[in-house]
């Protein structure tokens, strides 16, 4: 199974080069050049998955390894994309010290993604030593599978009341970690939805909320997924019950959207949980998946990072 977080950082960086191309003019070939190493990357994941499987534990490292870049690399271009989108508010007296201050930002954008990509060549090199091979071949066949993502419906078993809170991106990180860390209303499952218009940090601002330690104390278990523009349901369960249960890829494997959407369901029942959905394009794609999250104990929250 191609692996989501990396499949997402690659349509992040994509985004990045088409949306932010006036801001992007002194790195554009280093934020290319990383897009296109990590898209071909992905043709290698797939070996790696089913070596991973066999218990390889040197090939489990070299998978978290570019998991853990991939993360690194959507961080970068969020951060960058934050500081534009301050540097777009200013006002006509302000602009030419802005694009002295832009000027900067894109100089240290620069020597992170140049570093990035240092790591990315050793990860690279070191797959061809645990003899992990491109199983399609070529990369236009690798890219056409994982662009291919089929949303099958799913019945609606798991109806709930639900509290919506939404907050909007000019309120700052400590407004969403109190909503976070609310107790809620008993009964009733609470939704926090992060949303503005596109580029503007967003997954940043959630991922400060997700690796906060208040979190980490106040919740029994935390997940986070990625969505992107369509939905793959298994894709999407299986990485939250990865993190929430530490249940292993082939266990995943055997089970159906609805077993996962069960499973997950059931284990998360009596805990106090975070789960954390990011780039949430369609409503469609939130009521699909919400079926698989109980009310839970108590200040349980799903977060919707969206448009």
Not at 38 to 46: D, E, N
Not at 243 to 254: I, V
Request: with cysteine.
């Amino acid at each position: 199974m191609v692996d989501a977080v990396v499949s997402f950082a690659v349509n992040r960086l994509g985004d990045a080069l088409i949306g932010e191309a006036d801001f992007l003019f002194g790195v554009r070939s280093q934020v290319q050049e990383l897009h296109d190493e990590l898209r071909r990357m992905q043709c290698f994941l797939q070996d790696a998955d089913a070596k991973e499987q066999q218990g390889d534990s040197r090939v489990r490292n070299w998978v978290e390894e570019i998991r853990n870049l991939a993360h690194d690399a959507e961080d970068v271009i969020d951060t960058f994309i934050l500081e534009v989108d301050s540097t777009r508010k200013t006002n006509f007296l302000t602009k030419a010290f802005s694009k002295v201050n832009n000027s900067g930002n894109l100089h240290k954008v620069g020597k992170a993604i140049q570093a990035i990509q240092d790591r990315l060549k050793a990860i690279s090199a070191s797959r061809i030593t645990y003899g992990i091979k491109d199983l399609h071949g070529n990369e236009a066949s690798c890219s056409e599978t994982n662009q291919r993502m089929i949303q099958h419906p799913l019945r609606n078993r798991y109806p709930h009341e639900e509290d919506i809170y939404v907050i909007g991106f000019e309120e700052n990180t400590k407004t969403l970690l109190a909503e976070a860390m609310k107790d809620g209303e008993e009964g009733r499952r609470c939704i926090i939805s992060v949303v503005g218009v596109g580029g503007l940090g967003k997954t940043t601002l959630a991922k400060k909320i997700y690796r906060h330690e208040s979190i980490k104390s106040s919740f029994d278990c935390c997940g986070w997924s990625s969505i992107s523009q369509q939905l793959n349901v298994k894709d999407v369960l299986g990485e939250i019950m990865k993190k929430c249960m530490s249940l292993p890829d082939s266990d995943l494997q055997k089970m159906n959207e609805d077993d996962l959407m069960e499973k997950l369901y059931n284990y998360l029942q009596d805990k106090r949980y975070l789960v954390v959905l990011d780039d949430v394009w369609k409503i469609n794609h939130w009521s699909t998946l919400s079926h698989a999250f109980p009310i839970g104990r108590r200040g349980s929250k799903v977060l919707l990072r969206s448009t």
